[in-house]
């Protein structure tokens, strides 16, 4: 009955957790363990990974948020937006991989540049960046040696054109001439004097946006940049790049009769040089202008406050009509000030290990125990991962030593505890057990040793009087023999002692006796094994097939016959 409680209590905790459960050979319970997150929050088939902090923006919180990542491969202390892998990566980077905090959900990103077996500039969309003060991590991936880029610009901006494909039914040419030159991945303008104006089609940007392109000019001196906050072919600004004496960095403000320089400064620049122009449109009276991610000018006047959002597009300049601007990309990403940051690094990590078998504890191999009884099977956890906990185990016990048909199996059971309480069988006979476990990331171990555990009890298989002849002052002699029931080997004085009526019986050396004293005529008295001690197993369970022996007193009655 207390069996059977513990198994519905069992089997209710079971339904409660996992909710399904098969019927097992020989009636047995087979509870169905569930599968989840069976890479355990690792990237499958990469070999190391590093944590990395964003930290919020005191301006708010931010999604979709195009973040850049500068990825060493030689040695280095990580900081900041760098990362050093230590040359565990690819030379061509093509293995790096950026997931969200799960360690699994990857994100969309573009590897702006590379130096083979130096260093690659990345861009990663993170999905959520909280404000200040909160954070939020990523995960680098590297080391997988048959891995390809999946960077992708599309995916990761707003915005992004790389010209490698001619796209541009997406746009629209205002004034001069263009060239879709995709067997260079350019976007070529010029080749008339004046402006050459292209702009993305139906497409506004709104503040919060930086516009990022790479430009470049040749043979001599036209301006080449952006066109932005663009309200009409007589209103917007234009942020550019020459090699034009005393002005080679400049912003300028088209504006109905209100035309000039919001800014223009010195900048040492040469013809067919790639050059990275970023315009941060912070807000209607913020601009900022970088140079290869030097902050330039921060450009606060002459702004026109009503200019909020607007068409987007590149616009070159040209004095003459062999001189062009080229655009290797244009893309645009959010902009907030200040920006994300970044914050630690984490240590390169290795993917989770799964545990190894548990050792066995107790009982010992070979045990024997009461039938029925309730018995603690207790193992260590063992993990290759230092500090790895057990988040679950399954044990099983079984007449079988290949557990083909197991007798009792708890399915896999959510737990930090090292030990389970079963009650065993009432046959007695040879059966095994075995456990396995799972780690903190959910990862399966293989199963323990098999070991063996005995149920047995003692079986008293033969009884009788030693004399049939008794003197009258001395008593007689009752004598017993036991073995142990699962092997019927001898229980003898080496292994405990039987109890008749609450008494020590003797082993006198081929069985156990005890001496009854005379008792007064036509009394009789039953003899009964009342317990047995066993200092070997500990048993207690008596299986008695000899039975009760009764004597009775009498008279021998003399006649004299004459
Ligand atoms: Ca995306
Ligand atoms: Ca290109
Ligand atoms: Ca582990
Ligand atoms: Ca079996």
């Known amino acids: 009955m207390k069996k059977y409680y513990a198994g519905v209590c069992l089997l209710f905790c079971f339904l409660l957790f996992f909710g399904s459960i098969t019927e097992g050979k020989n009636g047995s319970i087979i509870f169905s363990s569930v599968e989840e997150g069976v890479d355990g929050g690792w990237l499958s088939g990469w070999q190391y990974r590093k944590s990395h902090e964003i930290q919020g923006s005191t301006a708010g919180a931010v999604t979709d948020y195009q ?12 900081s900041g937006q760098d990362v050093y892998l230590n040359g565990k990566c690819r030379t061509d980077f093509g293995d790096i991989r950026f997931t969200d905090s799960d360690g699994v959900t990857l994100l969309d990103y573009w590897m702006e540049s590379y130096v083979s077996g130096d260093y690659a500039v990345f861009w ?24 390809t880029t999946t960077s992708n610009g599309k995916n990761t901006f707003p915005i992004f ?77 234009h942020h550019r790049l020459s090699t034009y004496s005393g002005a080679q960095h400049s912003m300028y403000r088209f504006q109905l009769g209100n035309n000039g320089y919001l800014f223009s400064k ?10 990275i122009l970023e315009t941060r449109w912070i807000s209607s009276t913020k601009v900022l202008c970088y140079i290869n991610d030097e902050l330039a000018k921060t450009v606060t006047s002459g702004l026109v406050s009503s200019w909020t959002s607007g068409g987007i597009g590149v616009r070159s300049y040209h004095y003459s009509t062999t001189d062009y601007g080229y655009y290797d990309w244009f893309l645009v990403r959010k902009c907030v000030d200040p920006e994300p940051s970044h914050g630690s690094w984490g240590n390169e990590e290795l993917p989770n290990q799964p545990p190894n078998p548990p050792s066995l504890n107790s009982p010992q191999a070979n045990e024997r125990f009461d039938p029925s009884i309730s018995v603690t099977f207790t193992w260590t956890f063992n993990d290759p991962d230092a500090g790895d906990a057990q988040s679950a185990y399954r044990f099983q016990l079984d007449d079988n030593s290949d557990f083909s048909s197991p007798i009792i199996d708890t399915g896999k059971v959510a737990s930090s505890e090292s030990s389970t309480t079963q009650s065993l069988l009432g046959s007695v006979g040879l059966y095994y057990w075995r456990v396995k476990t799972w780690d903190s990331q959910n990862a399966e171990g293989d199963w323990s040793e098999a070991r063996p555990i005995i149920v047995d009890r003692i079986k008293i298989i033969a009884g009788g009087v030693v004399d049939f002849t008794v003197d009258i002052d001395v ?16 229980f003898d004085d080496s292994c405990g002692l039987l109890y008749l009526n609450g008494f020590e019986m003797i082993w006198d050396g081929e069985k156990w006796v005890y001496a009854f004293p005379y008792s007064t005529e036509g009394n009789q008295i039953i003899f009964h094994i009342t317990g047995v001690l066993d200092n070997q197993y500990g048993l207690t369970e008596i299986n008695n097939q000899a039975g009760d022996i009764i004597i009775n007193w009498a008279t021998a009655t003399i006649e004299i016959k004459k």
Request: net charge negative.
């Open 67 to 78: 973040v850049m990542v500068v990825v060493h491969y030689g040695d280095g202390a990580d």
């Open 266 to 275: 010195s900048y040492s620049t040469s013809t067919d040089t790639w050059y």
């Open 475 to 490: 008593g007689g002699k009752i004598w017993y023999y036991a073995v142990y029931e699962y092997d019927n080997s001898t």
């Open 161 to 237: 054109y790389n010209f490698n494909t001619d796209e541009s039914s997406e746009w629209v040419l205002d004034a001069g001439q263009w060239q879709w030159d995709t067997s260079n991945g350019w976007l070529k303008t010029g080749g008339v004097t004046g402006q050459t104006r292209a702009r993305v089609k139906d497409t506004t940007v709104s503040t919060g946006q930086a516009i990022r392109i790479r430009i470049k000019w040749a043979p001599d001196n036209p301006f080449v940049g952006t066109c932005f906050a663009y309200q009409d072919s007589a209103n917007f600004y």
């Open 124 to 147: 990663v969309e993170v999905p959520n960046i909280p404000a200040d003060p909160d954070n939020t991590v990523i995960y680098i991936y590297y080391g997988k040696s048959d891995a």
